[in-house]
Structures are given as structure tokens and as C-alpha cells.
Nanobody, 121 residues
Framework: QVQLVETGGGLVQAGGSLRLSCAAS????????MGWFRQAPGKEREFVAA????????SYADSVKGRFTISRANAKNTVYLQMNSLKPEDTAVYIC??????????????WGQGTQVTVSS
């Protein structure tokens, strides 16, 4: 079991940067692969990025690859999403997820409440 709380969302101008944080509760944070998803109004939840338990494995959606970076600090029970060169189409609620492996992030994960990211033109 793990509880996830996202912070760092806000309003930014296109081309700007933002860093999201996801703080996890519990004593077994390092046992989870972590990921980020996003969901815009009227749209389906979309995979953004994921990171393995050790941090050595990372995966990104094509739409954000080269602009976003996922990282984790196991000692702080925190996963980050650094977002650069933001575009209006990045506007969404960003949701943190935890799963046993990266492969199961999409199908079987714990979810946070989300944090709103709005990118203006």
C-alpha cells in the first residue's frame, strides 16, 4: 500500500518550465515503480512517463520525450517530473502512480489525486 500526493502544478507560459513532485507514504517506496499520467477535460488518461524501482529504467510518451524528465529520490520517498518547453497541449491534471513494475503502471497502479498544470499561449 502506498499513498501519493502530487504538488508543483500551476499556470505557466508556453515555453516555460515546471517541476512536479509526488510524495509517497509508507516504508516501501523503493519497492514501487513510479509513473506520471495526465488527463485533460473530456479526454482519456494518457501515459506520460515512468521510472523503475532503482531509477535505472525510464520510459516516456512520444509527445513528451526530450522535454520531460522523470527522476526519483528514494531516500525522500519522492518522484519528480521536470517539464521543459511546455506547450498548451500539455495542459491537464497530472497524476502520480505507483505499481510493482513499469509494465504494470498502466493496468494495475495506485493513484494520487492529481495536480493541475495549465500552459497558456
Amino acid at each position: 500500500q502506498v499513498q501519493l500526493v502530487e504538488t508543483g502544478g500551476g499556470l505557466v507560459q508556453a515555453g516555460g518550465s515546471l517541476r512536479l513532485s509526488c510524495a509517497a507514504s509508507g516504508r516501501t517506496f523503493s519497492s514501487y515503480a513510479m509513473g506520471w499520467f495526465r488527463q485533460a477535460p473530456g479526454k482519456e488518461r494518457e501515459f506520460v512517463a515512468a521510472i523503475s524501482k532503482s531509477g535505472s529504467g525510464r520510459s516516456y510518451a512520444d509527445s513528451v520525450k526530450g522535454r520531460f524528465t522523470i527522476s526519483r529520490a528514494n531516500a525522500k520517498n519522492t518522484v519528480y517530473l521536470q517539464m521543459n518547453s511546455l506547450k498548451p497541449e500539455d495542459t491537464a491534471v497530472y497524476i502520480c502512480a505507483a505499481a510493482s513494475t513499469i509494465a504494470t503502471i498502466t493496468s494495475n497502479a495506485y493513484w494520487g489525486q492529481g495536480t493541475q498544470v495549465t500552459v497558456s499561449s
